[in-house]
């Protein structure tokens, strides 16, 4: 008698194991889930008050069939690389030409006399009619060249694979390489979790990096002493969310900066000091969890972006000039 008791014992228990094994199944099935209090709602975020909104898009320019890569502004002509080839638009977004250069093209800056063009693991120095004058020799194991800025003669080259900014004269000497840290507390070092790393020089010579992984934009002088720097790590308008962001920056006359992040894509504009001053272009204008859009300032505060997902130029204009 006992024995029978026993069995039944144990199988009301298995039976009861059973249950609650086939509830939390049942339960955690897609559409059964209960509410996280904690999810964010990302939806929500990618709308933004209107007032908020500086810019209106005006225009936009199809750059197929070249791939682009990157892009900068010089001179009110936009110089923009992919594949093989060198594309050169007016301001108004009419092809002036297009040259043959080396392939696999990461990104590109502009001055006066040169063209230089970021590779992968290296940089090559051209002229304005594209005619190759130098190719600098490799910087090394797991370089990935991401972004270059142009103080006098001198040549930063951001490299995401090593976490460093490379310093360079024209002649594709090294001078000097610093990654990110300070002698206080303050230098945390370039927190690069993928190959997004922006390096820019604003109007006043100022040479500003992003930390991607910290959600910072920093000052250093030109041999890569950390000034200052501020931080936005936020997933409202007036911060920088998901990772590694801000993807992409350039910098206005007035020392502002435009910001594009990947993920949730959105340009925005921030005082130098790091304040939000206005959204350039909301999430909803993007493809979702899309990359970061190249962007470029001109004299009169129109954005140009270049969107990679839909191989276009996009202008954004200030809704001021209307």
Same mark, same amino acid.
């Given at each position: 008698?006992?024995?029978?008791?026993?069995?039944?014992?144990?199988?009301?228990?298995?039976?009861?194991?059973?249950?609650?094994?086939?509830?939390?199944?049942?339960?955690?099935?897609?559409?059964?889930?209960? $509410?996280?209090?904690?999810?964010?709602?990302?939806?929500?975020?990618?709308?933004?008050?209107?007032?908020?909104?500086?810019?209106?898009?005006?225009?936009?320019?199809?750059?197929?069939?070249?791939?682009?890569?990157?892009?900068?502004?010089?001179?009110?002509?936009?110089?923009? *690389?992919?594949?093989?080839?060198?594309? *050169?638009?007016?301001?108004?977004?009419?092809?002036?030409?297009?040259?043959?250069?080396?392939?696999?093209?990461?990104?590109?800056?502009?001055?006066?006399?040169?063209?230089?063009?970021?590779?992968?693991?290296?940089?090559?120095?051209?002229?304005?009619?594209?005619?190759?004058?130098?190719?600098?020799?490799? %910087?090394?194991?797991?370089?990935?060249?991401?972004?270059?800025? %142009?103080?006098?003669?001198?040549?930063?080259?951001?490299?995401?694979?090593?976490?460093?900014?490379?310093?360079?004269?024209?002649?594709?000497?090294?001078?000097?390489?610093?990654?990110?840290?300070?002698?206080?507390?303050?230098?945390?070092?370039?927190?690069?979790?993928?190959?997004?790393?922006?390096?820019?020089?604003?109007?006043?010579?100022?040479?500003?990096?992003?930390?991607?992984?910290?959600?910072?934009?920093?000052?250093?002088?030109?041999?890569?002493?950390?000034?200052?720097?501020?931080?936005?790590?936020?997933?409202?308008?007036?911060?920088?969310?998901?990772?590694?962001?801000?993807?992409?920056?350039?910098?206005?006359?007035?020392?502002?900066?435009?910001?594009?992040?990947?993920?949730?894509?959105?340009?925005?504009?921030?005082?130098?000091?790091?304040?939000?001053?206005?959204?350039?272009?909301?999430? *909803?204008?993007?493809?979702?969890?899309?990359?970061?859009?190249?962007?470029?300032?001109?004299?009169?505060?129109?954005?140009?972006?270049?969107?990679? $997902?839909?191989?276009?130029?996009?202008?954004?204009?200030?809704?001021?000039?209307?």
């Amino acid at each position: 008698m006992k024995k029978r008791n026993f069995t039944i014992l144990v199988l009301v228990v298995l039976a009861v194991i059973i249950g609650v094994i086939v509830a939390d199944f049942l339960s955690d099935r897609p559409g059964r889930r209960g $509410n996280n209090p904690y999810a964010l709602d990302v939806d929500s975020l990618r709308y933004v008050d209107e007032a908020l909104i500086s810019h209106r898009e005006t225009r936009n320019y199809s750059l197929d069939p070249l791939t682009a890569t990157g892009m900068c502004l010089f001179s009110d002509r936009l110089y923009i *690389v992919g594949d093989s080839s060198l594309l *050169v638009l007016s301001a108004d977004g009419s092809a002036q030409e297009m040259k043959q250069i080396l392939p696999r093209p990461t990104c590109i800056a502009a001055d006066e006399n040169n063209l230089y063009i970021g590779y992968e693991t290296f940089v090559a120095r051209y002229d304005h009619s594209g005619s190759l004058v130098s190719r600098w020799p490799g %910087l090394g194991e797991n370089t990935v060249v991401t972004s270059l800025a %142009l103080k006098g003669d001198r040549i930063y080259v951001a490299d995401a694979g090593n976490r460093r900014v490379v310093i360079c004269n024209p002649e594709g000497e090294i001078l000097g390489s610093f990654e990110g840290k300070a002698v206080t507390e303050a230098g945390h070092g370039f927190i690069i979790p993928s190959p997004c790393f922006d390096v820019a020089v604003n109007g006043y010579g100022e040479l500003w990096a992003v930390n991607p992984g910290k959600k910072a934009i920093e000052n250093y002088t030109d041999d890569g002493e950390m000034r200052g720097f501020w931080q936005k790590n936020s997933t409202d308008v007036n911060g920088f969310a998901g990772c590694c962001n801000p993807a992409e920056i350039t910098v206005m006359n007035d020392g502002a900066f435009v910001t594009s992040e990947k993920g949730m894509v959105r340009i925005k504009i921030h005082e130098p000091s790091g304040e939000l001053r206005s959204v350039v272009a909301p999430p *909803v204008l993007f493809k979702e969890e899309g990359k970061a859009p190249e962007v470029c300032a001109d004299d009169p505060g129109r954005i140009y972006a270049l969107d990679f $997902n839909r191989n276009t130029v996009r202008l954004f204009e200030p809704k001021s000039n209307e």
